[in-house]
């Protein structure tokens, strides 16, 4: 591809992918409302705030690929959840559409299905459980990717993202690990694919813990190779285990069940 964009390429995952995603497109584009410090080789600096639907329209054109990862990550207040996660998501297809349609990774999160049990296998059929406002902006993404597939035919992977750090850090993520070079992979995968539709696909390694099925998804081709299972014994040597009602041990989206409305 000749260029891709990263949205919210300034935050954890941003900064992760822009090293991992260097020379697998002729220019990668990146883009935050937070300092990104100077351009790398084959890098293009470009700030811009999401919800700014003009200057996302001027962010978008002449990319192949976007990465969407920009917006508001955490639980905050509805207002500051609104901006950049509602209206910044409407703002990216609207731009998309005009600049030819590239395919766009939209980083969803397992926050939609949060209040789903642990002791519950879920496959692309289950329904939304959100655990946060956060989780209810990740379904809207998911509702404006799916409208603009059916009436213009914009091709998106819906990733439903559990925990994509460089190892996994506790209990819960045995099961939510979703390794770099998995995500990576993953990326790659959608890329290729003579097709993807609008397709939902569950963020996580291949975790012999894990609670989501993407056999929907075999048609595209992607085999997750990282397994949380390899840190298991360091963890249970080094994280105490949580009492079983607590909700990080007995909800799908851990202490995000716990969080409270955010006052703006």
């Known amino acids: 591809m000749n260029r ?37 080789e084959g890098e293009e600096i470009v700030p811009c ?5 003009a200057a996302v329209k001027r962010l978008v054109e002449g990319c192949d690929g976007i990465v969407h990862l920009g917006g508001i990550s955490v639980e ?23 600049h030819g349609m590239p395919r766009i990774v939209f980083a969803s999160s397992n926050h939609t299905i949060g209040y789903h049990e642990q002791t519950e296998r879920l496959d692309h059929t289950a329904p939304y459980r959100p655990d946060s406002l ?11 990717a799916q409208l603009y597939y059916d009436k213009f035919g914009q091709e998106s992977a819906l990733v439903r993202i559990g925990s994509c750090t460089a190892r ?31 397709t939902m696909l569950w963020g ?41 009602d607590e909700p990080v041990a007995k909800y799908q989206g851990g202490v995000f069940t716990d969080e409270p409305i955010h006052e703006s």
């Open 168 to 198: 996994p850090e506790n209990w819960r993520m045995l099961a939510t690990w979703f390794s770099p070079d998995d995500f990576v992979s993953l990326i790659e995968t959608v890329f290729r694919a003579p097709r993807l539709g609008c």
């Open 4 to 40: 891709i964009l990263i949205t919210g390429a300034a935050g954890q995952l941003g900064g992760m992918l822009r090293e991992k995603l260097k020379g697998r497109a002729g220019v990668l584009r990146l883009s935050d409302v937070a300092d990104l410090g100077p351009a790398g």
């Open 134 to 144: 956060y989780g209810v902006s990740k379904i809207f993404g998911e509702a404006v």
């Open 76 to 98: 905050k207040s509805f207002d500051l959840i609104e901006a950049a996660n509602l209206r910044g998501v409407y703002n990216l297809y609207e731009a998309a559409r005009a």
């Open 49 to 53: 705030d999401l919800a700014d639907g």
């Open 204 to 244: 996580a390694s291949n975790n012999d813990h894990g609670w989501w099925d993407n056999s929907h998804a075999d048609f595209l081709g992607w085999k997750p190779k990282d397994n949380a299972a390899d840190f298991a014994a360091e963890i249970a040597r080094t994280v105490p285990r949580p009492g079983p």
